[in-house]
């Protein structure tokens, strides 16, 4: 059982696989946090907190002359702000009468098979037989404000979750002004932090901090989770790499504003809280109602990041992503939008899917601009209605000619926003998101419809229906453009505008869900600008996210290594784009463009009928390629070997669970002269097996003859024919990455059992 409640001394404890989690009731009625780590028995390690008098930390009432016993410093499951716990917490209520406190006292638990669920929320899902749920019961006496603590265990995949319910069983209304989903009391103080920050067109950059005295925090205010910040944080000891060290992984399912805190406190204890964005939160409970809380997904790993990241992959694809495209093969696809951005014909369209399709393309997608009065992003969002003229025909007829080339057709929406200039906005100006007497800030030139609204939640659903019935349509791609600002919702009291932002959210959650049960046979793809909007929440209704508006090879390096902290290969949006670069203006090599968009869900997105001849063939054998690798890339285990700060390599692998198989990539992002070998240690495969490497030779088809003959004649001794190497040696000796040929020069290596 991976639950062990001793309900008589009140102490729960919690097992996976590699962890253990434990919490305890003390005779105050604190339920305070006692250890998470490493899998250890499931004694009381409460012996391990320590009373001491600490001046200016105050003792609750009924603590008599206790005064070692102090809510400032003890480490607590759930922290209250107003009654003694002077740092940063995880609840704040106004009461009925404008006090802001709480004090919560232990009252019950239930334990439970199966992994619970949250209504209108996104969260981890198992089989019953997967997972067990420990629901732990608090109240404060005055207000009788009840918090129902909830944890999902998923043993195998050691990974613990949390998800907080607010009650009001008192008789007067109350105002919620923070309610965290989690927060966990370390004893000690010598942790860093990994944060995953951005912009536009470069997201999930790395930044790792030492979580010093005082407050850190990252969040975001913009109404979505933002490329600005990541709602996935790290929390590690100070030596902690990919192999080795303690790390904690935080990950929220939710596409909001979000607060990632840590806090040291007076007596270097760290206490970690992560939920919903205090800042444009106030939500109202009546008495009798209740709030839910987003979830948490927390995974531990002793072994460094790499296990943690792995942990997380798995469950991710397999406990958080649903419905029929979480395992079936996604296909290869094209869009349109770099090729063509908003001009284009269907003409042109049906002429660049069979071109597609003769290369063993699968998927057209059209992007924005077929809809409306939308030839640049001035107007015609909100017009669902396809653009006859330009498209020359209707977009059932486009949709059939497309089919007809043998392929998949697929659309783009931003159904969340509006221009001021459609129809929609002219007929419904209270559907648009605006404080009243003050114009909006206009992003884009666009306004966001205010999907708070029931009215607005239900007019998308039913444009966008009509559409899926009407057109043979098996993918979507869910854009959204801008941050939100001036939140403010028509249909709102004055006194529940502080519940905008997050009822915005749980009615694009309505959404979603309403139009993914609707129509299983469409593969939904997340994104905002790209990756602003990446985050484990939209996974449970798209298994994969547009990563970035960057399609450049080299830059998506690293926004795809920060990326793979939290998140799986195959949620990540990754095509070939056309060079120079729309973005950086580089020019990299196609063959190079190929492995690093495989390192995601694979596609293109450029002028398929303009390309040479010879790179018409890479697109075949590329895709080739991929589709015979299709598992080991998109379900196999994935290890960052060498990160893009390196001087000359960045290396991924990704390895069969089993160990029979591995794929290596290389990518040069630096060429050195006479530069030193690149060794990786090759991960996840079997000690004692054999296995024989099988350099894919695509990026070398474009070189002179006597370039490639010199080249074989330096290739290390494993490349050589007949050549196999243990498992052993792979990991302790490595794999030597054969040289750079050119400038961003990609190898990818097949490593095979023999
Ligand atoms: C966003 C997306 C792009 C493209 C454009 C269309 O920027 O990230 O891929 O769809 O919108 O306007």
């Known amino acids: 059982m991976a639950i062990i409640a001793d309900g008589k001394n009140g102490l729960f404890t919690l097992h996976t696989k590699n962890t253990t989690y434990q919490m305890k009731a003390d005779a105050f009625g604190t339920l305070l946090h006692v250890y998470y780590g490493e ?16 001046g200016f930390s105050g003792n609750p009432y ?39 406190a709480v004090q919560l006292r232990f009252q019950d638990y ?11 929320l996104p969260a981890v899902y ?53 309610a965290a989903s989690m927060n966990l ?24 901090d030492e979580l010093t005295h005082g407050i850190h925090a990252v969040g975001s205010v913009r109404g979505t989770s933002s490329h600005h910040y990541n709602p996935f944080a790290i929390v590690c000891e100070k030596n902690a790499d990919e192999e080795k060290g303690s790390c904690y992984g935080f990950s929220f399912l939710y596409s909001g504003e979000f607060q990632m805190e840590a806090e040291k406190d007076q007596v270097d204890q760290t206490r970690v809280i992560c939920g919903i964005h205090p800042d444009n ?33 798995r469950t991710i694809r397999k406990n958080i992503c649903r419905g029929e495209w979480k395992e079936k093969r996604r296909p290869v696809l094209i869009n349109n939008w770099e090729a063509t951005y908003f001009q284009f014909s269907g003409e042109q369209l049906v002429q660049m899917a069979r071109k597609a399709a003769g290369l063993g393309i699968e998927l057209f997608v059209l992007d924005d601009g077929w809809f409306g009065k939308r030839d640049d992003d001035n107007s015609g969002l909100g017009d669902w209605y396809p653009n006859e003229k330009k498209l020359g025909c209707t977009l059932k007829e486009l949709a059939d000619r497309i089919v007809e080339c043998g392929m998949q057709f697929g659309l783009w929406f931003e159904p969340e926003a509006v221009s001021e200039d459609s129809d929609l906005y002219r007929a419904h100006p209270d559907w648009a998101v605006a404080v009243p007497g003050r114009q909006p800030d206009l992003s884009r030139n666009q306004l966001v419809l205010d999907f708070s609204r029931a009215d607005v939640q239900d007019y998308i659903i039913g444009r966008m229906s009509t559409i899926f019935e009407e057109t043979p349509v098996t993918y979507v791609k869910w854009d959204f453009n801008r941050s939100i600002c001036d939140k403010y919702s028509m249909a709102l009291e004055a006194q529940s505008q502080g519940e905008f932002a997050h009822r915005y959210v749980l009615g694009l959650y309505r959404v979603l869900e309403t139009l993914t049960e609707k129509f299983p046979r469409i593969l939904f793809e ?13 996974l449970y209704y798209t298994p994969q996210i547009w990563c970035s508006d960057n399609s450049d090879a080299i830059a998506r390096l690293s926004i795809q290594y920060g990326t793979s902290f939290g998140y799986p290969i195959s949620a990540m949006g990754a095509h070939v784009s056309a060079v120079p670069n729309h973005q950086t203006a580089r020019i990299v090599p196609f063959a190079t463009r190929g492995s690093v968009a495989m390192a995601g869900t694979f596609g293109y997105e450029l002028d398929i009928t303009k390309i040479p001849e010879a790179e018409g063939e890479e697109v075949k054998r ?19 070997l060498r990160a893009p700060s390196d001087r000359q390599c960045t290396v991924w692998e990704t390895a069969d669970p089993k160990g029979k198989e591995a794929l290596v990539t290389a990518v040069y992002h630096h060429v050195e002269g006479n530069a030193a070998p690149v060794t990786v240690k090759v991960q996840g495969l079997c000690q004692e097996v054999y296995y024989r490497m099988c350099l894919n030779m695509e990026g070398m088809t474009q070189l002179p003859e006597e370039m490639r003959e010199k080249f074989l004649q330096c290739l290390p001794y494993g490349y050589h024919e007949g050549e196999t190497v243990t498992g052993a040696a792979l990991r302790q000796c490595g794999l030597v990455i054969p040289e750079a040929l050119e400038e961003f020069q990609a190898w990818q290596i097949h490593i095979v059992e023999v």
């Open 110 to 120: 239930r334990i439970r098979k199966g992994k619970y669920a949250i209504p209108g």
């Open 526 to 538: 997340g994104c905002s600008g790209g990756g602003g909007r990446f985050d484990a929440g939209m």
């Open 62 to 100: 009924g603590m008599g002359k206790r005064k070692e016993y102090s809510l400032d410093v003890l480490p607590q499951e759930y922290s209250c702000y107003g009654t003694g716990d002077y740092r940063i917490s995880a609840l704040k209520v106004q009461n009925g009468d404008g006090s802001q």
């Open 126 to 178: 198992a089989l019953e037989e997967e997972a067990d749920t420990l629901e732990v019961i608090l109240e404060d006496a005055a207000s009788k404000v009840e918090i129902h603590l909830l944890y999902g265990v998923l043993e195998e995949n050691d990974i613990i979750t949390r998800a907080v319910k607010i009650i009001n069983r008192g008789d007067d209304g109350i105002l919620l002004q923070k």
């Open 281 to 313: 939160f106030a939500w109202n409970l009546r008495p009798g109602e209740a709030f839910d809380t987003p979830e948490v997904m927390m995974t531990y790993s002793g072994a460094g990041f790499g296990t943690l990241s792995r942990n997380l992959h």
């Open 39 to 54: 899998r250890t028995d499931h004694t009381d390690k409460s012996y391990i907190i320590c009373g001491r008098n600490r």
């Open 622 to 640: 590329q895709i080739h390629w991929f589709k015979a690798h299709y598992d080991l890339i998109q379900s196999g285990e994935y290890y960052r």
């Open 185 to 208: 009391d370390f004893l000690d103080g010598d942790y860093e932090w990994l944060t995953f920050y951005g912009r536009h067109v470069m997201e999930r950059n790395i930044q790792r």
